[in-house]
């Protein structure tokens, strides 16, 4: 089950129809709009660190390009670590068997 994403649009309007009816609960904005209540406490709780205004990167929120795509670096060397350590392990299985060559040898001098 993917995550649903939604633009600042969206989250804009779902900000300002919330402030705009104070007497509405948070609870009951979410299910209106189909959002959880957890999301719109978060996107009122950033609005109000911003103006009331919503302001996101895309995705992961990051303060800057900069800290996004050193994330993306990170992320990228783990994948690439994690295949190196996969061949690894398969190397080291491949050395630990013997030939087939004695293999064959055995199984024809059990007959």
Do not use: C
């Not at 992961?60 to 060397?77: M, P, T, V, Y």
């Amino acid at each position: 089950m993917t995550k649903p994403v939604f633009d600042d649009e969206f989250k804009q309007g779902v900000v300002d129809y919330a402030n705009q009816h104070p007497e509405e609960s948070k609870v009951s904005i979410a299910k209106s709009f189909g959002i959880a209540d957890s999301t719109i406490h978060k996107w009122i709780k950033d609005a109000n660190k911003n103006s009331n205004k919503i302001e996101s990167r895309g995705s992961g929120n990051f303060s800057s390009d900069e800290a996004k795509e050193i994330a993306r670096l990170r992320k990228e060397l783990k994948d690439t670590q994690d295949a190196l350590e996969v061949l690894k392990k398969q190397s080291r299985k491949k050395s630990k068997r013997k030939p087939i060559r004695n293999r064959m040898k055995y199984m024809d001098h059990q007959k």
